[in-house]
């Protein structure tokens, strides 16, 4: 019998005001691991009235205490982190490795942010005028609501929710469908932790039935939204519409460069892990690769041996490279790139269909693929497949990499193969993305930096590092005047 959970509301564990539930399956064998609520819009609205309720309360905690909360968060995650990362693995097919890197994300952040409980440092500043005082300080916004995807099932709620909760928010959170668990174990830990009732509600439930209503609650003054760009723009026309504020984490069509120089080897060490980890699921997922021509022949052969070598299987299981995607809907989109890829005149030189025998026949498996052929113009050189998928590109120059890296709607993560300094300093000019690495893959951000990109890929906050706090707080500028008379800033300037 598989274990029924519930929302958490206002400090309690209470199902969906309907009764509604949905099972949460294993992507990689159809296994019904827990039944979760499937809520609507009044439950929504308990969660928003519940956050409401909490917030001056919230807001007045001092802010290392509230860090100290964060802390014994943070303990639980370390002492569970191989269950939750066996729960994630479970729920949403990636590695069993990379599902503790996940967990080890949330930790960091919850760590990160705790800390910031006794810094969130503002400004004091000389005033023009004498006897007079300039400061700024950070204040909370109010009730956010945190959306996330099924990628990074863990950390990218941690990312949000510590915080929005660190700088004085109280927060509902709207995990993603697919992978509920990992968000009711982060929600638990906070819970065991001591947060007071309300601060922190968890609303499971569809994106239409629980998403739309908690991004037009008029109670809610603030959306931080991860997944794609199709839900993220109409978000952003509601939170326009209904005056909230907005921080999104959008698609990416990233690109490793790799010019003649590079260290062949190093370089398909990077293409490999960033372009099949989490089975390509990443919005930071090498799905381009963009190769200078002189290495071209001998990196496409190698990456073709070095793809075809992964081996597909349950993330669970020792020695398995890839795991599934995570439902039937993303397998039919990959494989629909496929046609797409044929039809504009790309080459599938391997992989390039669903692995569906022997023990893969009750999963979402698509084998790992390789495109050569590709134009920088062709769809699968533009869009955002999120699966197993990366497409070689040639390019003769590092100028033509660099523009060809620039042009595609997103602007989230690059990075550049070359042995040569100077090469690497003009990549790093001239790469117009959020995030640059040299000599790396296009994954691998640290919580302590600002992680997030340009053009399609956002609209224009950070999320992770001190960027995080611009998106969770107002800053209010005070100014003490001690001068016992009136002075006119501006104005008496003699
Ligand atoms: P998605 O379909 O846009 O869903 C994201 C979240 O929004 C889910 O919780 C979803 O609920 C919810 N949702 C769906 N429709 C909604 C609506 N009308 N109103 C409010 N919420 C709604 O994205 P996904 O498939 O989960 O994630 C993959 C995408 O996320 C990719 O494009 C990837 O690049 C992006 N991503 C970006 C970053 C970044 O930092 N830039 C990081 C990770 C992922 P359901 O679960 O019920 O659908």
Not at 213 to 220: F, I, N, W
Not at 335 to 362: E, F, Q, W
Not at 431 to 436: A, E, Y
Request: aromatic share 8%; net charge negative.
């Amino acid at each position: 019998m598989a274990t029924t959970y519930q929302n958490w509301i206002g400090g309690r564990w209470v199902p969906a005001r309907s009764g509604g539930t949905r099972e949460n399956i294993d992507p990689a064998s159809g296994e019904v691991l827990g039944i979760f609520p499937r809520s609507g819009a009044e439950d929504v609205n308990d969660a928003v009235g519940a956050a409401r309720k909490a917030l001056d309360s919230w807001r007045a905690v001092p802010a290392p205490r509230r860090g100290e909360i964060l802390f014994r968060a943070g303990e639980t995650l370390v002492r569970c982190k191989e269950e939750f990362a066996r729960d994630m693995t479970s729920e949403m097919g990636k590695v069993l490795k990379e599902a503790r890197g996940d967990v080890q994300e949330a930790i960091d952040m919850t760590y990160y942010m705790a800390g910031e409980g006794r810094r969130c440092f503002g400004q004091t500043t000389p005033s023009e005028l004498p006897d007079k005082f300039a400061m700024s300080v950070r204040q909370s916004v109010g009730v956010a609501a945190a959306i996330t995807p099924w990628n990074f099932p863990m950390a990218i709620p941690a990312w949000k929710i510590m915080p929005a909760l660190i700088t004085g928010n109280t927060v509902v959170l709207k995990a993603a469908n697919d992978t509920p668990k990992s968000a009711w174990n982060l929600v638990k830990a906070l819970e065991e932790a001591g947060l007071p009732a309300g601060v922190l509600n968890v609303v499971f439930g569809s994106g239409s039935e629980v998403g739309t209503p908690l991004v037009e609650h008029p109670d809610v003054d603030l959306i931080s939204f991860t997944g794609s760009n199709e839900v993220g723009s109409g978000i952003a026309f509601k939170a326009a519409q209904f005056g909230k504020r907005l921080h999104l984490e959008l698609g990416g069509k990233n690109a490793i460069i790799i010019l003649d120089d590079a260290d062949l080897g190093l370089a398909l060490d990077g293409v490999i892990w960033s372009a099949f980890g989490t089975t390509g699921q990443r919005c930071t997922a090498a799905s381009r690769v963009i190769a200078q021509r002189g290495i071209l022949d001998e990196l496409t052969e190698r990456l073709i041996a070095r793809t075809e070598a992964l081996r597909l299987g349950h993330g669970l299981e020792e020695g398995t490279d890839v795991g599934p995607v995570v439902n039937q809907e993303q397998l039919a989109k990959v494989d629909g790139y496929m046609d797409v890829a044929r039809r504009d005149g790309a080459t599938i030189a391997c992989g390039g269909s669903v692995a569906n025998v022997g023990p893969l026949a009750k999963g979402f498996f698509f084998r790992p693929t390789v495109l050569t052929d590709v134009k920088p113009k062709m769809r699968v050189a533009q869009e955002e497949i999120f699966g197993p998928v990366t497409a070689v590109i040639a390019v003769d120059s590092l100028e033509e990499a660099i523009a060809v890296n620039n042009n595609v709607s997103y602007g989230l993560s690059t990075s550049i193969y070359t042995r040569d300094v100077n090469q690497a300093f003009r990549a790093i000019e001239g790469i117009t993305t959020g995030l640059v690495y040299v000599n790396a893959g296009t994954i691998g951000a640290e919580v302590h930096l600002p992680f997030g990109g340009t053009r399609g890929t956002g609209n224009g906050h950070r999320e992770a590092g001190q960027a995080a706090l611009d998106t969770y707080t107002e800053w209010k500028t005070v100014y003490v005047d001690y001068s016992g008379k009136l002075q006119k800033a501006q104005i008496d300037v003699e």
